[in-house]
């Protein structure tokens, strides 16, 4: 696989079946990433060198999930000037509100661009996005997803008619 160009990072490895949707969004656009398991809480020496060293590795988009108390993408975004999109994760006896809370409630100057919870799908996109404004396949690949989503849900409703 060629450089990555976005880090995907999770709490945990339970957190796995959630974030590696992002994953295979990357893939159909083809965009390179690596996925890896570092903690805010339990990590955070990994957490913060993988932070630091994101841009010089040429890492262009970081995404981060966690669940329960979700500092995972916040701490990064501590480290680094790079976009981080969290992810909050439905884990735990809150379902998730806890992680929505955790992660989106950053304070001014630090910021974390919040997608659902276990939103990992539209983490995936919007990293995406972000890549298109400098690279013009990622743009004609998301314009392209765009357009298939667009018609088969035309067709689904041409269908729902018919009936
Ligand atoms: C968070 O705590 C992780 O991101 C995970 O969502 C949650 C539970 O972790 P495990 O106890 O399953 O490792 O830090």
């Excluded at 298109?132 to 765009?146: G, H, M, P, Q, T």
């Amino acid at each position: 696989m060629s450089k990555p160009m976005v880090l995907i990072l999770m709490g945990s490895d339970s957190d796995l079946p959630v974030m590696e949707k992002a994953g295979e969004v990357l893939k159909e656009m083809g965009v390179p990433y690596e996925l890896d398991i570092s903690s805010a809480h339990r990590l955070p020496e990994k957490t913060a060198e993988y932070s630091k060293a994101a841009r010089e590795r040429g890492i262009e988009v970081i995404i981060a999930g966690a669940g329960m108390a979700a500092h995972l993408a916040g701490v990064i975004a501590s480290h680094t000037t790079l976009p981080v999109i969290g992810v909050p994760l439905k884990s735990g006896t809150l379902n998730g509100v806890d992680a929505l809370y955790s992660t989106v409630q950053m304070p001014p100057g630090i910021p974390v661009a919040t997608v659902a919870i276990d939103g990992a799908k539209n983490a995936a996109y919007l990293a995406c996005s972000i890549l298109s404004i400098k690279y013009s396949d990622i743009a004609e690949k998301l314009e392209s997803f765009r357009e298939k989503t667009r018609q088969s849900l035309l067709e689904k409703s041409k269908e729902l008619k018919k009936a």
